[in-house]
């Protein structure tokens, strides 16, 4: 008997021809990277013909859908997910979370965050902490997500001295984001969150595909002995088996001069 179509997600055949547009594939393209008939691909973009729980499986692979993405198709194509989605705080991600936490203690006196695919901030070390509370003046901040506190202008963004290639960067890497899964409703519904903030340039309504992004992100902060330095590093976690492990990202700050180091340092020590 095969297995029932779930009603409550889009059909398979929908998602099928959205990524196929968004990977730039034609139904020949995708069939010779599945391993499977064309005629076969198009009956399943058709409903003409249902797919087997291994020929979903190859189809997610062959169009490098993110494991949550991957998830959706299956339960499009009436299958139960293939990938767990585990809380991080639960037992099975204690040694994950173990070696999370290592990292944000090693990484002090300097500042790191831990944040999901929404840019919404889960964890961060004592630095992080410290050192938002100085530069702010002891206010907190305002919003539990990264991207809202950069863009709005009464939270964290009069800090930066370069807001706007620091806002443009991370408005950028949101685009891309959305490119590379367009079933990603709440990434589109943010990206016209922080749109909405006032003086946000109105081209940035639209993907940049003709400029590269820096390599380097360089952060210019205002402080109370001047202008502080930092430049970011992204940890993910390589070939990861669970949809909340692959969508974490760990964002580490390393001081670029050497008033910023001294900086951290102090404020390490209390004396900021």
């Not at 730039?24 to 003409?48: F, N, P, W």
């Not at 809380?87 to 002090?108: K, S």
């Not at 976690?237 to 580490?252: M, Q, S």
Request: charge should be negative; proline fraction near 6%; glycine fraction near 6%.
């Amino acid at each position: 008997m095969g297995a029932a179509i779930d009603s409550s997600h889009p059909p398979i055949g929908a998602l099928l021809k959205e990524w196929r547009a968004t990977r730039r594939m034609s139904q020949l393209d995708l069939a010779l990277e599945a391993g499977i008939s064309a005629r076969h691909l198009s009956c399943v973009e058709t409903g003409k013909s249902q797919a087997s729980r291994e020929t979903v499986a190859r189809l997610a692979h062959a169009l490098g859908m993110p494991l949550r993405e991957h998830n959706r198709l299956m339960l499009a194509a009436g299958f139960a997910p293939q990938f767990s989605e585990t809380p991080l705080d639960t037992t099975a991600l204690e040694r994950m979370t173990e070696a999370i936490e290592l990292i944000l203690r090693h990484q002090e006196p300097y500042p790191a965050f831990v944040i999901n695919r929404h840019w919404e901030i889960l964890l961060r070390n004592q630095a992080g902490a410290r050192i938002i509370s100085s530069v702010m003046g002891g206010r907190p901040l305002r919003h539990k997500n990264m991207l809202h506190n950069v863009f709005d202008p009464e939270d964290f963004r009069p800090v930066i001295v370069n807001w706007t290639d620091i806002a443009g960067w991370y408005i950028r890497h949101l685009h891309e984001e959305i490119a590379a899964s367009p079933s990603d409703h709440d990434s589109r519904q943010l990206l016209k969150e922080i749109l909405a903030y006032p003086g946000v340039p109105s081209h940035w309504r639209f993907r940049d595909v003709d400029s590269e992004i820096s390599p380097v992100l360089t952060l210019v902060y205002r402080s109370p002995v001047g202008q502080l330095r930092f430049f970011e590093t992204i940890t993910t976690f390589a070939g990861p088996r669970d949809v909340t492990l692959e969508e974490l990202r760990i964002e580490c700050f390393y001081p670029a001069d050497e008033r910023t180091t001294d900086f951290c340092a102090r404020v390490a020590k209390g004396e900021l």
